[in-house]
Nanobody, 124 residues
Framework: QVQLVESGGGLVQAGGSLRLSCAAS????????MGWFRQAPGQEREFVAA????????YYADSVKDRFTISRDNAKNMVYLQMNSLKPEDTAVYYC?????????????????WGQGTQVTVSS
């Protein structure tokens, strides 16, 4: 199994940027679909971005497309989420997740492993 630890969250003004990191241990991330999800208070956890096993193709929620970028460093077993042009509606706890399945899913319940989350707060 794989263990995931997120970092990099914080408070930022609207229009600003943050870079989230997800450190994986236990197994190489190349064996998994790696995704980022977020959950705002009182709302369901929602898909943000992911890349498939092999790390070639990436997927984004419409709400973050062209603003967020998911990337990976296989040598360091790290996954990143670069978030630009942040909006107050991006405020949430952000989670890194790993899925051992073949197909990329946007559904949280399809993912097998989760980090503890990191808080992102965007002020207006």
């Amino acid at each position: 199994q794989v263990q995931l630890v997120e970092s990099g969250g914080g408070l930022v003004q609207a229009g600003g940027s943050l870079r989230l990191s997800c450190a994986a241990s236990g197994r190489t991330i190349s064996l998994y679909t790696m995704g980022w999800f977020r959950q705002a208070p009182g709302q369901e956890r929602e898909f943000v971005a992911a890349f498939a096993r092999g790390g070639i193709r990436t997927y984004y929620a419409d709400s973050v497309k062209d603003r967020f970028t998911i990337s990976r460093d296989n040598a360091k077993n790290m996954v990143y989420l670069q978030m630009n042009s942040l909006k107050p509606e991006d405020t949430a706890v952000y989670y890194c997740a790993a899925d051992g399945g073949v197909l990329v899913s946007r559904l949280p319940h399809q993912y097998d492993y989760w980090g503890q989350g990191t808080q992102v707060t965007v002020s207006s």
